[in-house]
C-alpha cells in the first residue's frame, strides 16, 4: 500500500484450482492485498490458517474430505475472531448451509 500500512493478508480455500487461481489473479491486481496461501479442502485450510493467521479468510462450503463448514467451526474453536468470508456456495443445502455458516461466524458470501 502506498501509504505504508502492512497488506491485507488473505487465505484461499477452494477445491477447484481455477477458482483458487482466479482469486489469486484477483488478488495480485490489488493495491494492498496480499495472498498468503492457498488450501483446497477443509484440513489444508486448517493447517493453513495457522501457519499464515491471514486477516482474511476466503473458504468454498463443499470441498472433498472436510467441507467448509467443518473447517470452519475448527479455525473458529482455535481462532475466534478469525474473519471467514464463505466465496461459493453451490447446490441444493444452500439455505442451510448458509445458516450453519452464520452461525458459526462467518462475515458473508459472494
Do not use: C, W
Not at 66 to 82: H, T
Amino acid at each position: 500500500m502506498s501509504d505504508g500500512s502492512a497488506p491485507i493478508r488473505i487465505l484461499a480455500v477452494d477445491d477447484h484450482v481455477l477458482v483458487r487461481q482466479g482469486i489469486a489473479v484477483l488478488i495480485d491486481s490489488e493495491p494492498g492485498l496480499t495472498l498468503v496461501a492457498e488450501a483446497s479442502n477443509g484440513r489444508e485450510a486448517i493447517q493453513q490458517f495457522r501457519a499464515h493467521r491471514p486477516d482474511i479468510t476466503l473458504m468454498d462450503l463443499q470441498m472433498p474430505e472436510m467441507n467448509g463448514l467443518d473447517a470452519i467451526i475448527a479455525i473458529r474453536a482455535e481462532f475466534p475472531d478469525a474473519k471467514i468470508v464463505t466465496n461459493r456456495i453451490l447446490g441444493p443445502l444452500f439455505s442451510q448451509r448458509i445458516f450453519q455458516a452464520y452461525s458459526q461466524g462467518t462475515l458473508g458470501f459472494e
